[in-house]
């Protein structure tokens, strides 16, 4: 799925996650009940914010189960968990170093004994250029301050709002920009970022 699908998709999820909240009942879909095993539903009572903790959920019948579930926890779980995968994926793991590698057939290379946090801007460009002859990574474009280089690309605590498929796509947005004098030519630019398993 490409970044822009996802991240419209998170963002009417979100809007429909904020509504359902507003709504004074809470209901279920008849299409969840069901739908879910019982450790699925016990994992969804147990995440939600608020829910009773002197509730034992473990002991709760499945119609019980089913009785305290909601379209709006549903969907907030399910939100979360897709955020919290995606950004695991983008993220670089030690067990994920050890798969690119060993796909590639490099079991003798450093990187594969070097602990992550010692790494220095070296191994992360090298791992990234790794990572790409795996078939593990895609490039996605940014529009960030003109004070960001390439190099700071991973390390920026605020990253755009949004990232684009091709260099085109992100290139015009940065001309509609300039254009609509959202903002000064001189204060953004365009950067890659390599992110995700493509």
């Not at 490039?139 to 960030?144: E, F, K, S």
């Not at 390439?150 to 254009?179: G, N």
């Not at 000064?184 to 398993?197: M, Q, R, S, T, W």
């Amino acid at each position: 799925m490409k970044i822009t699908t996802q991240l419209v998709i998170q963002r009417f999820l979100s809007i429909l996650l904020e509504q359902l909240q507003t709504k004074k009942e809470s209901s279920l879909d008849e299409y969840f009940e069901d739908f879910f095993t019982i450790d699925e539903m016990i994992a969804l009572l147990k995440s939600q914010c608020g829910f009773d903790e002197n509730i034992n959920v473990n002991r709760l019948s499945k119609k019980d189960l089913i009785s305290k579930l909601s379209n709006e926890g549903i969907l907030s779980y399910y939100l979360n968990a897709w955020k919290k995968e995606i950004a695991r994926s983008m993220s670089i793991t030690p067990f994920e170093v050890y798969r690119t590698l060993d796909q590639l057939g490099l079991h003798t290379h450093y990187l594969m004994s070097k602990p992550i946090p010692q790494w220095d801007e070296y191994d992360y460009s090298n791992y990234n250029a790794l990572r790409g002859k795996a078939g593990r990574v895609t490039t996605v474009y940014g529009l960030y301050d003109s004070d960001v280089t390439y190099k700071d690309v991973d390390s920026v605590t605020s990253q755009p709002k949004r990232f684009y498929e091709t260099y085109e796509l992100a290139q015009a947005q940065l001309i509609h920009l300039f254009s609509e004098s959202l903002c000064a030519k001189d204060e953004l630019h365009v950067l890659p970022k390599l992110i995700g398993n493509a």
